[in-house]
């Protein structure tokens, strides 16, 4: 298959969970939070150059291409893993920049004001994470635990599980204190007894 075939077939999956497009690469800031998503998730590709409806308008210049790798290597804690190719087409530059899912989750975006925060690819969106999610992640780079204890705190927290909750209804109806509740919950996802869904931009939690 020649280039201009393949990047049309990309195209025309249109954006999803493992691709975005990007017109234009104005701040690397920005850009970031998409190599957070990606990697926090399941991986996937930016397509530079290509508009939201598909048309090929190209890089435009070098210091786009030098903002994508700020983007994976200053903008990203820990530095995402970052692969750039680079398509001319019909006169125009693509650059395909793929982003495997890291092994060293939470990957966190830094924005202008130096503050950090992880983001997971739903669908077509980047998503702010979870504190659960954050939790979950930590313990997994730290391998805590084999096993799960169920402690009189465990039951009233399951207890307090009927249907679908946000974490703050959680902590409200469970009376446990929220920190306590996001590491419980990380627990619980981790060892499959409790699971989440992303829904009305909400992250709702229930057990299994």
């Known amino acids: 298959?020649?280039?201009?075939?393949?990047?049309?077939?990309l195209i025309r999956e249109g954006e999803h969970q493992q691709q975005d497009f990007k017109y234009r690469v104005s701040d690397a800031c920005k850009l970031a939070k998409s190599v957070s998503a990606f990697a926090n998730t399941d991986g996937g590709?930016?397509?530079?150059?290509?508009?939201?409806?598909?048309?090929?308008?190209?890089v435009r210049s070098e210091e786009e291409i030098y903002m994508m790798h700020q983007a994976?290597?200053?903008y990203c804690r820990p530095e995402a893993s970052i692969k750039f190719d680079t398509y001319h087409i019909e006169g125009r530059t693509i650059v395909i920049s793929t982003v495997p899912p890291s092994d060293r989750r939470?990957?966190?975006a830094i924005d202008d004001d130096g503050e950090k925060r992880a983001y997971i690819r739903i669908s077509d969106e980047n998503i702010v994470a979870s504190p659960v999610l954050l939790a979950l992640?930590?313990?997994?780079q730290k391998k805590q635990g084999t096993m799960m204890t169920y402690t009189d705190t465990v039951r009233k927290l399951l207890d307090t599980m009927t249907g679908t909750q946000t974490l703050n209804q959680l902590v409200k109806h469970s009376k446990i204190?929220?920190?306590?509740?996001?590491?419980?919950?990380?627990r619980l996802i981790h060892f499959g007894v409790v699971q989440w869904e992303y829904v009305d931009q909400q992250f709702l939690f229930s057990q299994r």
Do not use: Q
Request: proline share 5%.
């Open 45 to 58: 590709r930016l397509l530079i150059g290509v508009r939201d409806d598909g048309f090929l308008s190209g």
């Open 106 to 108: 939470p990957v966190y």
């Open 1 to 9: 298959m020649d280039d201009k075939r393949y990047l049309l077939n």
């Open 72 to 74: 994976a290597y200053k």
């Open 137 to 140: 992640w930590r313990n997994v």
């Open 177 to 186: 204190p929220r920190h306590k509740v996001i590491t419980l919950l990380a």
